[in-house]
């Protein structure tokens, strides 16, 4: 049984006062606008998986196991805070890690209600052969513009998820990263 096709509905181009030539230019600018965005988007996945390839980790562990080596024990609620994490999305990047025997965990001392994160003498191995994560080189570029640069950057990229009714969705580092 066939189905009605969906009714035409207006281009949202057709509601605007534009003549030919206008909406073509239009046209033409959205689709750059479209093209770069899925540019990131397509970045971002195959960085993911070269990391994955490289060290078997996900850019997610690895920067777990950065901010260990960085900041020393943390505790889980720390660790999350820091990463910008949820506390579950932490533990299950901490199980897979442990697994693999590339940290460990240990009650406190002190207050037996907390956990602190260490990593082994394997992931101080792994990281130091580690291609640098996206977000690192995403910095290290980001940081060289003059900072009017930035700030238009950062207003484009706002303007954009307003755009696409994205303003209201909770970001956290786990958007930027695949599989934990």
């Known amino acids: 049984m066939m189905q009605n096709p969906q009714p035409h509905t207006p281009h949202s181009l057709d509601t605007l006062d534009l003549n030919p030539v206008e909406k073509e230019h239009l046209l033409n600018q959205i689709e750059e606008v479209l093209v770069a965005l899925r540019r990131v988007i397509r970045a971002t996945d195959l960085h993911s998986k070269y990391l994955a390839k490289t060290t078997s980790l996900t850019a997610p562990q690895i920067l777990l ?21 949820s506390q579950a999305t932490v533990t299950t990047i901490l199980d897979r890690l442990e697994k693999r025997q590339l940290v460990f965990r240990q ?7 907390k956990v602190h994160a260490y990593m082994t003498e394997a992931a101080t191995e792994m990281l130091i052969n580690a291609p640098i994560p996206l977000q690192d080189r995403f910095t290290r570029e980001f940081s060289k513009l003059q900072e009017w640069e930035q700030l238009m ?28």
């Not at 960085?70 to 889980?76: E, F, H, P, R, S």
């Not at 009650?107 to 209600?113: A, I, L, M, N, P």
């Open 107 to 113: 009650r406190s001392q002190t207050d037996k209600r």
């Open 153 to 180: 950057i950062i207003a484009s990229l706002q303007r954009v998820a307003q755009m696409m009714d994205a303003q209201d969705i909770p970001v956290t580092k786990e958007a930027f990263d695949f599989p934990v």
């Open 65 to 85: 196991l950065q901010t260990l080596r960085a900041k020393g024990q943390l505790t889980i609620g720390e660790l999350a805070q820091d990463m910008s994490l």
